[in-house]
C-alpha cells in the first residue's frame, strides 16, 4: 500500500523533533507539499506555512479557490474567497468567521495562485498597522488531513487528462 501524503509528513517531521524552526517537503502523485514549522513535538507541530504546488500549474484559480472551500475542512474553520482576480492569477481564501480576542483577530488564509497555493495563520492586532504569522499547534494528524484537502483541492480543479 502506498504511504499517504499524511503518514510521510508525520513521518519525516517526527524525525526533526527538537530541531527547531524546519522546512520539510514531501511529493505527492498530483502536488509536492512543503511545511515550514517552528517546533516538531512528540504530538504536534507549530506550524508557520503550508504550500501545495501541483506538479502542473492550475489557470483557473477561482476554481481551485472554490474547490479549497469545499473541501478544506480539518482546520475547524469555515473558508470563503475574499478576493480573485483572473487577470493576476490570484485568489484569496480566508477563515469565513475569524476568531476575535481583545487585542485582535486571527484568522487562516490560503493565497491561491496557478503554480501554488500557500496557507498561513495570521493574527491582526488593533493596535498594529500590518499583520503578522502566527505559529498555528496543530497534531500531526490534522496537519496530515490539511495538506491531503488541499492536495485533493487541487487534484480535482485540474481536468485536464493524466
Not at 13 to 34: E, K, M, N, P, S
Not at 94 to 113: F, I, K
Request: proline share 6%.
Amino acid at each position: 500500500m502506498a504511504e499517504t501524503i499524511a503518514q510521510h509528513l508525520k513521518d519525516v517531521l517526527r524525525q526533526q523533533i527538537g530541531q527547531g524552526t524546519t522546512v520539510v517537503q514531501v511529493a505527492g502523485d498530483a502536488a509536492t507539499v512543503v511545511v515550514e514549522v517552528e517546533a516538531c513535538e512528540r504530538y504536534a507541530v507549530g506550524l508557520r506555512g503550508m504550500t501545495v504546488a501541483p506538479l502542473v500549474p492550475v489557470p483557473d484559480v477561482r476554481r481551485m479557490a472554490e474547490q479549497i472551500v469545499q473541501r478544506v475542512h480539518a482546520l475547524d474553520e469555515a473558508l470563503c474567497v475574499v478576493e480573485q482576480d483572473a487577470a493576476l492569477g490570484r485568489a484569496i481564501v480566508r477563515s469565513a468567521q475569524p476568531e476575535r480576542d481583545q487585542g485582535g483577530v486571527a484568522y487562516w488564509e490560503v493565497d491561491v495562485q496557478p503554480a501554488a497555493l500557500t496557507l498561513r495563520r495570521y493574527h491582526k492586532a488593533h493596535s498594529a498597522p500590518e499583520r503578522t504569522v502566527e505559529t498555528a499547534p496543530l497534531p500531526y494528524a490534522r496537519l496530515g488531513q490539511v495538506a491531503e484537502q488541499l492536495v485533493e483541492a487541487v487534484a480535482r480543479t485540474d481536468d485536464r487528462p493524466r
